[in-house]
Nanobody
Framework: QLQASGGGPAQAGGSLRLSCEANAKSGDFGTMAWYRQAPGKRRELIAE???????NVAASVSGRFSCSRESAKNILWLQMNNLKAEDTAVYVCSALYRPDIYSDYSLYWGQGTQVTVSS
């Protein structure tokens, strides 16, 4: 289960920090990622971070958004700075998870958190 939080209203130029907490008593998480979907638009990959902490950030948010993870607590973060009105969307986290090393990873999705940026 993935629980995203931290969304809400923000002013243009402001900052928000989203978190996504993955509940799992055992097993391990592979790549974790943030997506967003604005009304009438397709879901967009914003940032992803691998188990080895390799980070990819979409060009549309590069230099403004950063992604990190705290593996011990299975938490994924998205730091969003210099927000723009076009960043308004529902932000959703995802994670690859496997219960043990003998299993394949499966993809899980969180419920999303709304970010609304006003200019």
């Amino acid at each position: 289960q993935l629980q995203a939080s931290g969304g809400g209203p923000a002013q243009a130029g402001g900052s928000l920090r989203l978190s996504c907490e993955a509940n799992a008593k055992s097993g391990d998480f592979g790549t974790m990622a943030w997506y967003r979907q604005a009304p009438g638009k397709r879901r967009e990959l914003i940032a992803e971070i691998t188990r080895g902490r390799k980070i990819n950030v979409a060009a549309s948010v590069s230099g403004r958004f950063s992604c990190s993870r705290e593996s011990a607590k299975n938490i994924l973060w998205l730091q969003m700075n210099n927000l723009k009105a076009e960043d308004t969307a529902v932000y959703v986290c995802s994670a690859l998870y496997r219960p043990d090393i003998y299993s394949d990873y499966s993809l899980y999705w969180g419920q999303g958190t709304q970010v609304t940026v006003s200019s």
